[in-house]
């Protein structure tokens, strides 16, 4: 994957845009990568310029990749805010967790076909 940034990428807005689309507070952000929230509030204001390892984190937290966090035509928009919000409280978890609750999701909703 090849990505391109402009002069005008915003790390601190680009956070802020995703944790928002997301539902979450900067609380429930911050917990979820390890950081203060005072810290995420000073990095998503542009004050603090967080470390690749610190980006990470919130990422992982956010359910993006890096690749997509700095790929500026990656566009959520599609996505209505409740599945992002969905999308954000599985992304903690690893594969073999997610590909279980996938599984318990698919028979809750075959079961209310029923």
Known sequence: MVIEMN???NVGNRIHDLRI????????????????PS???????NIKNPTVKIV??????LGVSLGDF????????GIDPLSLQILAQFSNYEDKEKRMLLT???DILNFKRI
Do not use: P, V, W
């Open 7 to 9: 002069d005008n990428f």
């Open 21 to 36: 689309k997301r539902g979450l507070s900067q609380e429930q952000l911050a917990l979820r990568a390890g950081i203060t």
């Open 39 to 45: 810290y995420l509030g000073q990095i998503e204001r």
């Open 56 to 61: 990470e984190k919130i990422c992982d937290s």
């Open 70 to 77: 700095f790929n500026n035509s990656h566009n959520t928009d």
């Open 104 to 106: 318990i999701m698919k």
